[in-house]
């Protein structure tokens, strides 16, 4: 199984992000049912392997935190784009989050990108880049403005590849707790 670890956002803000939708050549706007906020890559797994790791997924305990949206980009540059996402507004709890999660993929022997976590959410890939045309875009959307997302679980999700393209179907969602960990003292203490 091909698969990936996400935040999944909410049906409103998914569809106002689809909405951004520009013309420019050679670029493929991502669908609103795929539009997510990608915690890792993990690529193909064995059987044995995504038991493990659905454990170690599991034992994960992190709280609960809200995502807030700060305008839009591009990688890997402006002269050179080639991904264009939504942008978010630094959130150490999401960071603290990521650490985990990879922690728990590496301990499944699943590699990992050294490259440090750029939390965005990819809206369009261009197969020619396009610098003015991306230029106007992000101009455009300099001041976006969407609602904030609380995030209460993460979700293992497979892809699978097929000539439509990618399709994304969840595997299993994992629970962050409702309010910060260290909040949660034991009864009668
Ligand atoms: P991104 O576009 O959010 O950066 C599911 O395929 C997700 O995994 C994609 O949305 C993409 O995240 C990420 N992804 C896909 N292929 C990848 C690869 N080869 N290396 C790293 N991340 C990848």
């Given at each position: 199984m091909r698969l990936f670890i996400a935040i999944e956002l909410p049906a409103e803000i998914k569809r106002q992000l689809e909405k951004m939708d520009m013309r420019m050549s050679g670029c493929r706007w991502v669908p609103a049912e795929q539009i997510h906020l990608t915690l890792a890559f993990l690529g193909e797994v064995d059987g044995v392997t995504?038991?493990?790791?659905?454990g170690a997924l599991a034992a994960i305990r992190a709280p609960g935190f809200t995502l807030r949206f700060s305008g839009t980009g591009c990688f890997p540059d402006r002269r050179r784009p080639r991904i264009l996402w939504a942008g978010l507004e630094p959130q150490p709890k999401l960071d603290a989050l990521v650490s985990l999660v990879r922690e728990a993929v590496l301990a499944c022997a699943i590699p990992q990108e050294e490259r440090p976590f750029s939390p965005h959410i990819t809206l369009a890939r261009l197969k020619l880049p396009a610098p003015r045309e991306v230029e106007a875009f992000l101009m455009g959307n300099r001041a976006l403005e969407l609602p904030p997302a609380d995030v209460r679980e993460f979700v293992l999700f497979e892809s699978s590849l097929?000539?439509?393209?990618?399709?994304?179907?969840p595997v299993k969602a994992f629970p962050l707790a409702a309010r910060p960990i260290s909040d949660k003292t034991p009864q009668g203490t």
């Open positions: 995504l038991k493990r790791l659905t097929t000539s439509r393209g990618a399709v994304h179907t």
